[in-house]
C-alpha cells in the first residue's frame, strides 16, 4: 500500500492508480474470505468444549463487529483526513492535505494488515488440528446416538 506515495498526484495519477488499486484488491480478498472458515474452527473447537452448538450466536456476532469496525474504520479515516486539514471542494489540495490523503489510504491500513497477519501467525488451530477437533465431535455425536 505505501507504493501509492510513488504515484505523482495530477490529471493522469488516476490511469496508474487503478491498475494499482485492482491489485491491492486482488491481494486483500483471502482476508475476507479467511474469517468465515476461521470462525468455523472456533465454532468446532466450541462445540467439542462446551457440547452446544452456539454457530448461530458466533455468525451473528461476527456481523454486528464488522458493521461496528466498517463505521469506526470509516470514523477514523474522515477525522485523520481532518486532522490533516483535507478538503475535497478545494480545486488544488495544500501538501499537508495531500499527505493526509495518501497517509490514510496507504499507511494506517498496513498496520491493520500487519496486526491480523501476526494474530492470523498466532493462530492455533491448523488443518491437523481441526481434523482432530471434527473427528472428536463426530464420535461424541455417535457415542450420543447410540445411548438414545
Not at 76 to 94: R, Y
Given at each position: 500500500?505505501?507504493?501509492?506515495?510513488?504515484?505523482?498526484?495530477?490529471?493522469?495519477?488516476?490511469?496508474?492508480?487503478?491498475?494499482?488499486?485492482?491489485?491491492?484488491?486482488?491481494?486483500?480478498?483471502?482476508?475476507?474470505?479467511?474469517?468465515?472458515?476461521?470462525?468455523?474452527?472456533?465454532?468446532?473447537?466450541?462445540?467439542?468444549?462446551?457440547?452446544?452448538?452456539?454457530?448461530?450466536?458466533?455468525?451473528?456476532?461476527?456481523?454486528?463487529?464488522?458493521?461496528?469496525i466498517g463505521a469506526l474504520a470509516g470514523s477514523?479515516?474522515?477525522?485523520?483526513?481532518?486532522?490533516?486539514?483535507?478538503?475535497?471542494?478545494?480545486?488544488?489540495?495544500?501538501?499537508?492535505?495531500?499527505?493526509?490523503?495518501?497517509?490514510?489510504?496507504?499507511?494506517?491500513?498496513?498496520?491493520?494488515?500487519?496486526?491480523?497477519?501476526?494474530?492470523?501467525?498466532?493462530?492455533?488451530?491448523?488443518?491437523?488440528?481441526?481434523?482432530?477437533?471434527?473427528?472428536?465431535?463426530?464420535?461424541?455425536?455417535?457415542?450420543?446416538?447410540?445411548?438414545?
Amino acid at each position: 500500500m505505501p507504493v501509492i506515495f510513488l504515484i505523482e498526484p495530477g490529471p493522469n495519477s488516476f490511469s496508474i492508480f487503478l491498475p494499482y488499486a485492482m491489485v491491492i484488491a486482488v491481494r486483500q480478498a483471502p482476508f475476507f474470505m479467511l474469517a468465515n472458515p476461521i470462525l468455523s474452527d472456533v465454532i468446532d473447537y466450541d462445540i467439542l468444549k462446551s457440547g452446544v452448538n452456539r454457530a448461530g450466536n458466533y455468525f451473528s456476532i461476527d456481523s454486528m463487529m464488522l458493521k461496528g469496525i466498517g463505521a469506526l474504520a470509516g470514523s477514523i479515516g474522515f477525522w485523520l483526513l481532518a486532522a490533516f486539514n483535507f478538503d475535497p471542494k478545494l480545486a488544488e489540495f495544500t501538501p499537508e492535505a495531500e499527505f493526509g490523503l495518501l497517509f490514510t489510504v496507504g499507511i494506517v491500513p498496513v498496520f491493520f494488515f500487519v496486526a491480523g497477519g501476526i494474530m492470523l501467525w498466532f493462530f492455533r488451530i491448523n488443518a491437523r488440528r481441526h481434523a482432530i477437533i471434527k473427528h472428536r465431535i463426530e464420535s461424541l455425536a455417535a457415542r450420543a446416538e447410540l445411548e438414545s
